[in-house]
Every structure is written in structure tokens, then in C-alpha cells.
């Protein structure tokens, strides 16, 4: 398999982690949105990434698609979803939390660096802010004693919150000044971690 992006991008940066936790085997061809909007359009007719190549030629985009496909082609030893029902729509809550502060961290992004510096509005972009905040606080009161935000093991929601985290340590790590005790930032470290010494 071959995953279109770059880990610049937490929307990839997430699907490449799931991949990683998964046990599957792929390559990574880093490309980005604006330069690459040609060769990325190759994939998919709307330029957006991540994007993912099966080995028999087949592409799928947009996250849920990838995801659906990753848990449905999983070993069995693995997922990353919780099996009781309960468990899983509180997963699927905190990862939908992490989601909406990595789309209002790409917003802000846009916003400070994309946009004539003329057009930039200060409300606009404090209002990103505070949902970012709010969403790292949410997570980090959420957040598992034993280790995880959901349960006693990784979930996709550790994953997503650790995409969102690891992603404003890059770009933004201002956003994370008063965030770097917290219970989110120990479990972004901690998937991060056991990620690196899985692979």
C-alpha cells in the first residue's frame, strides 16, 4: 500500500499512525496540498490527502473510507476499536473531539499563513484558538488514569488526539504553552512511543 500526503498534514500523520498500529506494511509518497495539487489530483479529483493506494492499483480517499477499509483488513491480533458498545460510542465521541481541534488547527493554519496578511481577522483566528483549547481540555479530562483517553489500551481516539498534539508541537506549538503537563500531552507521548518501538 502507498499512503498520498505528509506527515505535515495530521489528517495523513493520523492515518499513517493507524497503519502503523495495524501491523500494515506501506510506503509513504509526501506530497503537498497547494504545490502538489496536480500529481495529487492523480489520485483525487478534489486534491485533498490523505489518499490510499492498494496494491492492486484501487485508490481510497477521505479518512473514513481509509479507516473503514484499515479496520475491515486488520490482523486479527489488532483494532482499534473497542468491541462493547458503550465503549465504542465513548471512543467515537473523543475521537470526534480530536477531529474538530485538528480541523480548527488546519483553519487557524490557513488563516495565519495562507491569507494576505490584510485579510487576516484577529476574531477569526482566536476563536480557532479556543476551540483548540477546548478540545485539547476536553481530551485531557477524558483521559484514562491507567493510560488512554478511552479504556485500559490504545484506541483511534489516542491516535487522533496524538496527531493533534504532535501536529501543534510543529506548527504551533504556542497553542500548547499551557498544555505541557497535561493528561493529553503524557498519552500523545505515550502512542507515540509505543508506535516507534512496534516499527
Known sequence: MKLIGGRHSPFVRRIAM?????GHDYEEEVVRTVEDGELIRRYN??????????????V?????AILDYLERHRPESS?????????????LFADAVGIAGIEKLVLWFYEKTRRDA?????????????????ALQWLSEHCNENAYVCGDDMTLADITATSLVN???AVAPEL????????VQAVAA????????AN
Not at 493507524?18 to 495495524?22: D, G, K, R, Y
Not at 479529483?45 to 492499483?57: A, I, M, S, T
Open 45 to 58: 479529483p478534489v486534491g485533498r490527502v490523505p489518499n490510499l493506494v492498494l496494491d492492486d492499483g484501487r
Open 60 to 64: 481510497i480517499i477521505d479518512s473514513h
Open 118 to 134: 490584510s485579510l487576516r481577522c484577529a476574531t477569526t483566528i482566536m476563536g480557532f484558538e479556543t476551540q483548540i483549547a477546548e
Open 176 to 183: 500548547l504553552a499551557d498544555e505541557q503537563s497535561s493528561p
Open 79 to 91: 483494532t482499534l476499536f473497542p468491541q462493547r458498545e458503550d465503549d465504542r460510542m465513548a471512543m
Open 18 to 22: 493507524v497503519l502503523e498500529a495495524l
Open 190 to 197: 505515550r502512542v507515540s512511543q509505543r508506535l516507534q518501538a
Open 167 to 169: 501536529t501543534l508541537a
